[in-house]
């Protein structure tokens, strides 16, 4: 295998390994001289899990392991003795059920959560870290089954671990005739040096997973702009930043002209579906992106930054996750992190990006969040005043602004 010191090809070898993961093919997660082979637990059935079993085998590697974050091990009742991922044993009781429950708390909470799980005390570092980094930026729970890989694999002797992918090495149909997903390089455009090894598999180097996402915020360059006017600014125009190697794109709302000399009336949104497009109740959000336009409108210019950073940053799916389990009864931190999530997952560098390619270096924010405050001043954006952005609540949401008050700091 071959690194590039290039941090967009880096990245852009993230980003594949990442929709590799989506698919529910392993990939291989490199650091400090070993190799991890990594499957998240969301994408583990049965199929999966064979094909991740025998792929191991072939190459040769140790017996496998669960990987799991430290919120998520501490609801199944293991302590993380302070490290961010902890190792648990692979039990023989463990279905391919079992794992995919461990990773979801939304399903069956049975036996999978009772244990007896045995924590390995294995202290995590780069490999660890990044295949739970990688399966975040697929969008993925943080959850993953793993095995350490020999050295012959990590230095790229395919002949010893059975054969590059592609060589008798695809699954064939399983009983219900239907064929289960095919080996990554079975497509033509991964043959490239550097892009395939250990058996086939899309290999990634963990320096460059836990580099991605400021790696994607520096190379953020405007690739769009349109004019499109809006009920309450009609002299608005959108501007679309997209990272220079792919990945998601942020939209600058820009209304009116305003002066880039003085602090520029501004608001950080991240996307909301279910808030800005279908109107939901339980959160503020649409009533927070419809209230900064009009408030923007109404002074006469400034900018919305809509960030590609759903759920605060663990995207859709998950967020309906936390979603369901808030229904149980857990607030919407403890939702978060019993899927294995931080309380927040976003990060504000983008924004930043994006403020400065628009000339923009110092603003009047919009927010009752001191972080993003504090995160913008961090990355170089003069804050020179908080300017308060607060709605009234909804049957439906007062508990959920209670919390962001009482657990998140904000200033409402």
């Known amino acids: 295998m071959t690194h590039s010191n290039d941090p967009q090809t880096g990245h852009r070898l993230v980003l594949r390994a990442a929709d590799d993961l989506r698919r529910g093919w392993p990939v291989t997660v490199t650091g400090d001289g070993r190799a991890l082979l990594v499957l998240p637990l969301e994408r583990a059935d049965d199929a999966a899990l064979a094909d991740f079993d025998a792929r191991l085998a072939r190459l040769g590697g140790t017996e496998s392991c669960l990987l799991l974050t430290d919120q998520r091990a501490l609801t199944l009742k293991v302590a993380a003795k302070g490290w961010p991922v902890v190792r648990l044993a692979r039990a023989p009781w463990l279905t391919a ?10 399903l069956d909470l049975g036996s999978p959560m ?19 980094k990688l399966i975040k930026i697929a969008r993925l729970l943080p959850a993953a089954l793993i095995a350490d890989l020999p050295g012959q694999a990590l230095n790229g002797d395919d002949a010893a671990a059975g054969g590059m992918a592609g060589e008798g090495d695809a699954p064939g149909p399983d009983a219900s005739g239907a064929e289960a997903f095919g080996p990554v390089s079975d497509r033509s455009e991964d043959a490239a040096p550097g892009n395939t090894g250990l058996g086939g ?8 997973v836990l580099a991605h996402d400021m790696a994607a915020s520096d190379s953020l360059v405007q690739v769009a702009r349109a004019h499109v006017p809006l009920v309450d600014a009609v002299d608005t125009t959108l501007i679309a930043f997209r990272p220079r190697a792919g990945g998601p794109e942020h939209i600058a709302i820009l209304v009116g002209d305003p002066p880039r000399g003085a602090p520029v009336l501004a608001r950080l949104h991240s996307e909301c579906f279910t808030g800005d497009l279908l109107g939901s109740l339980k959160c503020d959000c649409g009533p927070q992106l419809k209230g900064a336009l009009k408030t923007i409108g109404d002074a006469g210019g400034g900018v919305i930054l809509y960030l590609a950073q759903e759920g605060r940053g663990i995207g859709l799916i998950s967020k309906l996750k936390a979603y369901s389990l808030q229904d149980q009864g857990f607030d919407t931190v403890d939702a978060n992190t019993r899927l294995g999530f931080d309380v927040d997952e976003r990060l504000f560098a983008p924004a930043a990006r994006m403020l400065k390619s628009l000339g923009f270096s110092s603003v009047r924010l919009l927010t009752n969040n001191p972080e993003k405050v504090a995160a913008l001043t961090r990355f170089g954006i003069d804050v020179a005043e908080r300017v308060a952005h607060s ?14 008050k009482a657990r998140t700091g904000h200033l409402l």
Not at 97 to 106: F, G, R
Not at 201 to 208: F, Y
């Open 391 to 404: 709605f009234p609540p909804n049957p439906h949401n007062e508990a959920y602004l209670a919390v962001k």
């Open 114 to 132: 009772k244990g007896p799980f045995r924590r390995l005390d294995v202290a995590p570092a780069v490999p660890e870290r990044a295949a739970v």
């Open 201 to 208: 598999l899309m290999a990634v180097d963990g320096d460059a």
């Open 97 to 106: 059920a079992d794992m995919t429950a461990i990773a979801d708390p939304t």
